[in-house]
């Protein structure tokens, strides 16, 4: 059913800093005023916190300042008090360990900064693949009114003709030169067009999966997730959305309103028919768990089953989310779900009407782009969940970037026994390995790396490629970046870190591979198995200190999410008492 707003007006919580006459309004409102704010925006209008992730060191988030003057405009012109507010930017490409070890601490952040400050509701501005995530988690501990708007995709890349995708081209070329298939003076000249305007990567890669998953939740307005970063539409939408959380805040649009069940599982089957990122699965596990829904793998693989892939893009495809956009964009994907049955059409949303009265007129403009169902890339595009003695709690698979002929093997284990071995044995054409292996490396989830790195996706030995071999088994319990591509088994939970049975694989051990009867198994029987077990210790102490041991001691598996054990629930919003 459309939202039904709530009576209005109604004391706002902002009004608990700004309203009255105590001493305790006149400092709140008389700091704020050396900004040159006049009087009356401090008159009971909504207050809207610009969350922004700005950042020149997270370089798929550093033009969303324009957007939040955009969004300003719309919070102005819809008699909202906009205050922009800077929060922890998260960069897939620059921080180390890895961004995924600090998704968390800025969920953290984000949760405090809105429940303690003046806040009515939030427009959260969002690109690089973490901060989509984070600030989603954070505002549904916290519950007060808030939408997303993200900072959209870079405009295509071409090389030489080819459209080049921003991190799929990256593996792929990187691959070449060591197949000697491309010069290494050619990889550089190849750069300057993965890049080449602002946004985030152009493929459907992380960023572009979880801005497609918060509209497909239902928390970005339509159209939101495909818009061109440098696309005056882009501004467009960053607008409207300033105009909509003003609304939502008198209506107390919340979102508890609309991040229910069928929200989540509309946008599992979404992500099975763009063919979504793994890492996807992660941040959808956490953010359920944020507003105490019992989301599981379970859930992930019984909904994809039936979900075929028809977005035609990079890097289960071939185009990129330009075209994605001028086909019609997630509206259309939405629609289609829609019509097979796979969508549930009443799901509410952050404008205040059903996800099916937003999508249900929509046209796509190129076939070829958005596939009809019998041309889908796979029809099971959904994430496979695998079980067995060698993943008891689960681990993932992408059967859109997957090679078919690789979904059912057995092969031999080669193991790497964390990322630092795997540099520096893989090159090695003394290594014993060939194409019928399985590459198993351990030690790299959420306790191992620290923070579970995107390092699933192993490149293959230069003596492998050169035969003309562009994919391998390979299994870990890290993330692979969703613009790889492979037949790559990830997040294997229990992780080894933490005893998982991946910890005591060994060389030349068999495994089984089984897809399309979700198995993975460690092919020695049950008392070696335990005997293995019993034998093992963990590879390193812990961290001592900081938040690096923090991480450590709290973060659960990834078949869970990989949050805090202390963040998962809504907190709510209640405003303290304070006196000066």
Same mark, same amino acid.
Not at 23 to 50: C, E, S, T
Not at 410 to 418: K, L, N, W
Not at 515 to 542: C, F, G, Q, Y
């Given at each position: 059913?459309?939202f ?17 006459m ?149 593996w ?13 003076e ?24 979880m ?24 501004r ?75 977005? *035609?893009?990079? %890097?289960? #495809?071939?185009?990129? &989310?330009? =075209?994605?956009?001028?086909? !019609?964009g997630? +509206?259309?994907? /939405?629609k ?29 403009h190129?076939?070829?782009v ?72 351990? *030690?790299?989830? %959420?306790? #191992?790396?620290?923070? &579970?790195a =995107?390092?699933?996706n192993? !490149?293959?030995? +230069?003596?492998? /490629? ?78 001592q ?15 869970t ?20």
């Amino acid at each position: 059913m459309t939202f039904k707003p709530a009576k209005w007006p109604r004391k706002l919580r902002s009004q608990e800093w700004f309203g009255g006459m105590s001493k305790d309004a006149i400092y709140h409102r008389g700091w704020m005023k050396n900004q040159g704010f006049p009087a009356d925006l401090f008159d009971g209008r909504p207050v809207i916190g610009i969350l922004n992730t700005f950042s020149e060191l997270n370089p798929c988030n550093a033009h969303l300042n324009d957007l939040a003057q955009r969004v300003k405009h719309g919070i102005y012109e819809a008699g909202g008090f906009p205050v922009e507010v800077p929060v922890f930017s998260v960069s897939e490409s620059g921080f180390r360990p890895t961004a995924m070890m600090f998704r968390n601490l800025a969920a953290m952040a984000v949760e405090e900064t809105i429940r303690g400050q003046q806040m009515d509701g939030c427009v959260l501005l969002v690109g690089c693949d973490k901060t989509t995530p984070s600030l989603l988690m954070g505002a549904a501990s916290v519950d007060l009114p808030s939408i997303v708007v993200t900072g959209g995709p870079m405009l295509n890349g071409y090389y030489k003709g080819e459209r080049v995708g921003s991190g799929t081209h990256l593996w792929k070329f990187s691959e070449a030169v060591k197949a000697g298939e491309m010069t290494a003076e050619e990889f550089v000249e190849a750069e300057a067009s993965m890049s080449r305007s602002p946004g985030t990567c152009n493929t459907m890669g992380t960023a572009s999966t979880m801005a497609s998953m918060a509209e497909a939740l239902g928390m970005a307005l339509s159209g939101n997730a495909a818009i061109p970063a440098v696309d005056s539409r882009r501004r467009m939408m960053a607008q409207l959305t300033g105009r909509r959380i003003v609304q939502m805040v008198k209506d107390d649009l919340k979102p508890s309103d609309v991040l229910t069940r069928e929200a989540f599982e509309n946008a599992i089957r979404t992500n099975g028919a763009i063919g979504g990122s793994t890492n996807a699965v992660i941040h959808l596990l956490a953010l359920a768990g944020r507003v105490g829904l019992d989301l599981t793998l379970d859930d992930w693989d019984r909904l994809g089953r039936d979900v075929p892939t028809i977005v *035609n893009l990079m %890097p289960s #495809g071939k185009y990129l &989310m330009e =075209e994605f956009f001028y086909a !019609g964009g997630l +509206p259309v994907v /939405l629609k289609r779900l829609g019509e097979a049955g796979l969508l549930h059409k009443d799901a509410l949303t952050v404008s205040g009407e059903t996800m099916w009265e937003q999508v249900k007129d929509v046209t796509n403009h190129n076939p070829d782009v958005i596939l009809p169902a019998d041309k889908a890339l796979t029809q099971s595009g959904g994430v496979v969940v695998l079980r067995g003695n060698l993943a008891p709690n689960g681990a993932v698979l992408k059967p859109s970037a997957a090679t078919p002929d690789l979904m059912v093997h057995r092969g031999r284990a080669v193991v790497f026994e964390d990322i630092d071995d795997y540099k520096a044995r893989i090159d090695d054409d003394a290594l014993d390995i060939d194409e019928t292996c399985v590459m198993v490396m351990k *030690n790299c989830g %959420p306790k #191992g790396y620290p923070g &579970m790195a =995107e390092v699933g996706n192993m !490149g293959l030995p +230069p003596k492998i /490629l050169k035969k003309g071999i562009t994919d391998m088994v390979r299994i870990s319990d890290a993330r692979m970046s969703g613009t790889a591509f492979g037949t790559v088994v990830l997040h294997t939970a229990p992780e080894a870190a933490a005893g998982g049975p991946l910890a005591v694989v060994r060389t030349g051990d068999m495994i089984e591979l089984d897809v399309p009867n979700r198995r993975l198994h460690l092919d020695i029987s049950d008392e070696e198995l335990a005997a293995r077990m019993a034998a093992w210790t963990p590879p390193a102490p812990k961290p001592q200190g900081g938040y690096a041991q923090l991480f450590h001691d709290h973060v659960m598996g990834p078949d869970t999410g990989a949050d805090f054990d202390f963040l998962v629930g809504c907190r709510g919003n209640a405003v303290g008492r304070e006196s000066h």
